[in-house]
């Protein structure tokens, strides 16, 4: 949003500062100033003259020399000009030897740091100065419509400069001693959007009186009803539309105060009645329109959502097809306007206007903004709708046009309104509470220096309750912190001392899905694993890759609606393809001994098509080639487990049944009767998909079953007073039995005295029979109350060995 500071001047006429202060104060303040433009930053020693003598040039047929009075004591200068529309009598602006302007020449662009103008000779003749075009005051035509096209602009032609004092400031006496400044404004200071809330901010930062406008509307003994009727059938879009009417019509060109303010907020004037609605649209923050009512069928408005397929031809000239999301301003037969965004060119204001109505409306922001999106339209009246107005502010703004339309002879005003606002908005009641916003913002302010806080943004204020009622305005103060708000920001917050944070301190910690997988990425990378991140998105293909069957449930995949290609169309429900495409990529560029992790998910779909969302699992891959083979990345993961408290007996099922794994070299991980994982070798044919020319391994933990399954509880156990006993057994065992069958029977026959074993032997030969291997443990006892005798190992043993017997296994002799 852009203001002159003449403008802002006009509310705050005490207001007394430099631009630079103006934008510090501001934006200290909580109005964010972007930036500022001086209109007449390089206009310097332009004064009105007057030219009393005109004679042709000696040698050059289309140049002039004039002799120009600057000043009412009767100074003169000579200028030479080839303008050819001045006469003698014209005041003009005149550029003084050493002086400034904006542009080089008539129609020239604007230059960043002006024109300088000294004193020379033109074709001989000397020339102490320069009379000026509108282009070279850094205005234009647009803004000066009385200004010649091509030539110096006459000031005594217009009515307002014909009395000007010559050797005045001309960019004073047109205006160009001004400032426009560019806000960023917040969405929650909708109050802001307009002169006036700005004005009240800068009355407020600067400790100045704050000036509105007075509104008095002189209408005639008639009945706005009389002339209009207003139904409005979505009133949750519309909470309120006012109209009044406006009789006798007089079109004409606006003042120029007003159309000199509308330029310097960039709305190009146009004439009275539109001027006067974009006037009241920058200064109250209420957008209007004007409705020619000769146009309006049954002299009814009728506030209804457009039909779907409908078309309507908007001011611009286009046709814009509409549909029911979108909110109309109708007549009794037909839509006249698209509402908060563009009239309609068959209800516009025109020269031949003699009866108008003008509307000042609120409604819905969001419907607003969806609706200018879907025509892709983009209006200064949209963008303030957008932030969802006040409907209070509406009858205010309304009264505000009529009184200008009064004022500048643009009609007369037919009494009353129309006005369908069924729930009214009400003020809200937020208390305050001194001592805690001290305490928020670090300060001591005392109760009265608060208060005249409030009071000075216009917030009242029961002292007596502790109570602020805000206006509806203010949409943006709720709650005790808003209001503490308000206090920061006239306080200074340059002002607010620096303090420590007060209050109990709290334990934090991490939650277990954390925990778990910060372990798994300590254990990964202490063994030599570095972490890989790969994409959720896969390609249908992946599946024929790791050789899965067709129903395997893998293959039940969520369908990415707008994927970025099939490669990525979609979610992965294993985290192999990632993990074995990055093992591929460095075997390809030649790394001998690589080791990779991830921590990433997979999703799981509950049912296709999809009715809610999917299972999200969070597992940790491992992959390896090189250096290491199955049971290194066994060891790899039994670390892990442990680490997470899964300390109890690990269970390793052959029969994992993975496609994608070699059918003799991988196993499931149980753990409590709970499939939470698998590994092994990766099937030689995957290798070759994948362009892997050497043996990989990797494994998959599903870490929400470990969370699940985890414990960092640590029971304490005392050193031993007694010494253990060991037993070495040698066994012949089949080659199907595996070894944890055999640790099994150990474990749940060694009762108490069991206090560890460990497989140091396994060997095939010459010696053993086909089909058999020799297995060697050696098993340690101990008792916690007594020195062990061999009475009470034998007994222990007895039971182990008549156990293992049961699975068919002998001792060795």
């Known amino acids: 949003m852009n203001t002159p500071l003449s403008w802002i001047k006009a509310y705050v006429p005490e207001l007394d500062c430099t631009a630079q202060e103006y934008t510090d104060a501001m934006t200290l303040s909580g109005t964010k100033v972007e930036g500022f433009e001086c209109l007449d930053k390089n206009l310097e020693k332009i004064v ?256 209804r959502r457009a039909k779907d397929g409908e078309k309507f031809e908007t001011l611009d000239g286009q046709v814009r097809e509409l549909d029911s999301s979108m909110l109309m301003i109708c007549d009794d037969e037909k839509p006249i306007g698209i509402a908060g965004i563009m009239g309609g060119e068959n209800s516009k204001i025109t020269d031949n206007v003699s009866t108008m109505l003008f509307e000042a409306a609120c409604f819905d922001g969001t419907n607003i903004r969806l609706s200018g999106k879907k025509l892709g339209m983009r209006t200064d009246a949209q963008a303030k709708f957008e932030k969802g107005l006040d409907p209070n502010n509406a009858m205010e703004a309304m009264n505000r046009a009529c009184q200008l339309i009064v004022e500048l002879g643009a009609g007369e005003v037919v009494g009353g309104s129309v006005d369908v606002y069924p729930e009214k908005r009400m003020p809200k009641v937020v208390g305050y509470d001194v001592d805690r916003i001290n305490r928020l913002l670090g300060t001591d302010i005392d109760e009265a220096t608060m208060v005249s806080y409030f009071r000075m943004i216009d917030l009242e204020v029961n002292e007596e309750k502790k109570e602020i009622i805000v206006p509806t305005w203010r949409q943006d103060i709720g709650c005790l912190a808003d209001v503490a708000e308000e206090v920061a920001r006239f306080y200074g917050y340059d002002n607010i001392p620096m303090t420590l944070p007060k209050g109990e301190a709290t334990m934090g910690k991490l939650s277990d899905k954390l925990i778990i997988e910060g372990l798994a990425r300590n254990i990964a990378e202490r063994c030599g694993f570095s972490e890989g991140m790969t994409y959720s998105f896969e390609s249908p293909k992946v599946f024929d890759k790791l050789l899965l069957q067709k129903d395997d449930k893998a293959r039940e995949a969520i369908v990415i609606s707008n994927p970025l290609g099939e490669d990525y169309s979609i979610m992965r429900t294993l985290p192999l393809n990632g993990m074995l495409t990055s093992l591929a990529t460095n075997y390809n560029r030649r790394n001998k001994d690589v080791r990779l992790y991830e921590i990433g998910n997979v999703y799981i779909p509950k049912e296709l098509p999809l009715k809610e969302l999917p299972d999200e699992r969070t597992q940790l891959t491992l992959g390896m080639y090189g250096a290491g083979d199955f049971f290194d990345m066994k060891g790899v993961v039994e670390m892990f487990l442990d680490k997470c408290g899964l300390t109890d007996v690990k269970e390793y099922n052959p029969n994992a049944l993975k496609s994608y794994l070699h059918p003799g070299r991988q196993a499931d991980i149980i753990y409590d009767n709970v499939v939470i994982g698998y590994l092994g070798e990766v099937h030689p044919d995957v290798c070759d998909n994948y362009d892997i020319g050497t043996k990989a391994y990797v494994a998959v933990i599903d870490l929400p079953k470990v969370i699940e399954k985890s414990t960092f509880a640590k029971k304490f156990h005392p050193i031993a007073k007694f010494p253990a006993v060991t037993r070495d057994i040698s066994m012949l065992v089949k080659k199907d039995i595996l070894v944890g069958q055999i640790e099994e029977v150990i474990r749940k026959r060694g009762g108490k005295l069991l206090e560890s074993y460990h497989l140091f032997d396994v060997y095939e030969g010459e010696q053993i029979e086909a089909g058999y291997k020799s297995v060697a443990y050696s098993i340690s006892f101990r008792s916690e109350e007594k020195t062990l005798e061999d009475k009470d190992v034998n007994a222990v043993m007895k039971k182990i060995l008549n156990g293992l017997s049961d699975l068919g296994i002998e001792l060795r002799q």
Not at 131 to 153: F, T, V
Not at 237 to 250: E, M
Not at 262 to 289: C, F, K, S
Request: glycine share 8%; with cysteine; aromatic share 6%.
């Open 48 to 303: 009105v003259g007057k030219i009393l003598k005109i004679e042709k040039h000696p040698d050059a047929d289309k140049l002039i020399i004039c002799q120009v009075q600057i000043s009412e004591d009767g100074e003169q200068v000579q200028i030479v000009t080839g303008a050819p529309n001045v006469k003698e009598g014209d005041k003009v602006p005149v550029v003084l030897d050493g002086g400034r302007v904006a542009a080089s020449a008539h129609g020239g662009e604007p230059h960043p740091d002006g024109i300088k103008i000294k004193k020379g000779k033109l074709r001989g003749v000397e020339s102490f100065g320069m009379m000026c075009s509108i282009d070279e005051l850094g205005a234009s035509r647009e803004m000066y419509p009385d200004a010649a096209e091509d030539g110096i602009y006459i000031l005594s032609d217009n009515e307002a400069y014909k009395d000007a004092k010559i050797g005045s400031s001309v960019p004073e006496l047109l205006g160009l001693h001004d400032v426009v400044f560019e806000y960023e404004i917040t969405s929650n200071r909708v109050d802001c959007f307009s002169v006036l809330g700005i004005a009240r901010e800068a009355a407020a930062t600067f400790r100045k009186p704050f000036v509105p406008p007075v509104v008095t509307v002189t209408e005639n003994d008639e009945k706005a009803s009389d002339y209009i009727s207003v139904e409005v059938k979505d009133q949750e879009l519309c909470p309120r539309y006012v109209g009044r009417i406006v009789k006798n019509i007089k079109i004409a060109p606006s003042p120029e105060w007003m159309q000199r303010r509308l330029a310097a907020a960039g709305i190009r004037p146009i004439n009275n009645i539109v001027d006067i609605t974009n006037y009241v649209m920058e200064e109250y923050g209420q957008p209007m329109h004007a409705y020619d009512l000769d146009t309006i069928k049954g002299n009814k408005i009728v506030v």
